[in-house]
C-alpha cells in the first residue's frame, strides 16, 4: 500500500461525515469520528516522517556510495605512488650497484650519476611523504581511511533510517486500519 492511497483512504472516511451507524455525524463531533479525524491527523504525521526518513536514507546511501568511490580512488593513487617509489628505488639501487662495481669510472660521469641517483631517492622519500601537497603515501593512506571511516558511518545512518521507515510504514497502516475499524486498542 502506497502512502497517498492510504491518504486516500483516510480521506474518504474523514470526510464521509458518517457515524458507525451510518447516521450523519455533526461536524466536529466526539465519539468514533473524533477519534477518525484525530488518527487521520495522526496518519498523515506519519506519512511526513516516512517521507523525511526516506529523504534522509537516500542521502546517506549517496553519502556512503560517494566516501566509498572516494576511498577506493585514494586507495588506488595510493598504490600507483607506492609503485612509482619502489620503481625509482630500483633505478636508485641500481646506479649504486654501478658505481660500486666501476671505481674507475671518470669523475664527470660517476657525478653525473650521483647527482640522477640523489634525484631518484629524493623522489622516494616525496613519495612516501609530502605534506605541502599531500600527495605521499603517508598523507593518501590517512585520507583514505577518512573516506572509509565517514562511509561507514553513512552506511550506518542508512540502516537506521530504513528501520525507521518500515516502523513509520507498520504505523500508517495500522493507523489506517484503526480508523476503518474505529478501534482505539488498534491505534
Known amino acids: 500500500m502506497q502512502v497517498?492511497?492510504?491518504?486516500?483512504?483516510?480521506?474518504?472516511?474523514?470526510?464521509?461525515?458518517?457515524?458507525?451507524?451510518?447516521?450523519?455525524?455533526?461536524?466536529?463531533a466526539g465519539g468514533a469520528e473524533g477519534f477518525r479525524r484525530r488518527t487521520a491527523v495522526l496518519v498523515g504525521v506519519m506519512g511526513m516522517l516516512l517521507a523525511i526518513a526516506s529523504l534522509g536514507g537516500e542521502y546517506s546511501m549517496k553519502e556512503t556510495i560517494n566516501t566509498n568511490i572516494l576511498a577506493s580512488d585514494t586507495y588506488s593513487f595510493y598504490q600507483a605512488r607506492n609503485i612509482r617509489q619502489t620503481t625509482y628505488q630500483i633505478a636508485a639501487d641500481g646506479l649504486a650497484d654501478l658505481l660500486a662495481r666501476e671505481p674507475a669510472m671518470p669523475e664527470a660521469a660517476r657525478a653525473a650519476i650521483e647527482q640522477r641517483m640523489q634525484n631518484y631517492l629524493a623522489t622516494v622519500q616525496r613519495y612516501e611523504s609530502d605534506p605541502r601537497t599531500g600527495d605521499g603515501k603517508?598523507?593518501?593512506?590517512?585520507?583514505?581511511?577518512?573516506?572509509?571511516?565517514?562511509?561507514?558511518?553513512?552506511?550506518?545512518?542508512?540502516?537506521?533510517?530504513?528501520?525507521?521507515?518500515?516502523?513509520?510504514?507498520?504505523?500508517?497502516?495500522?493507523?489506517?486500519?484503526?480508523?476503518?475499524?474505529?478501534s482505539r486498542q488498534l491505534l
Do not use: C, N, W
Open 138 to 182: 603517508r598523507e593518501l593512506l590517512a585520507k583514505a581511511q577518512r573516506y572509509e571511516a565517514q562511509r561507514d558511518l553513512s552506511q550506518h545512518k542508512d540502516t537506521s533510517f530504513d528501520f525507521s521507515r518500515a516502523l513509520y510504514e507498520i504505523a500508517i497502516v495500522l493507523g489506517s486500519v484503526s480508523i476503518v475499524a474505529a
Open 4 to 28: 497517498s492511497e492510504v491518504g486516500e483512504m483516510v480521506t474518504e472516511h474523514v470526510h464521509a461525515g458518517h457515524r458507525h451507524d451510518g447516521t450523519a455525524a455533526p461536524p466536529g
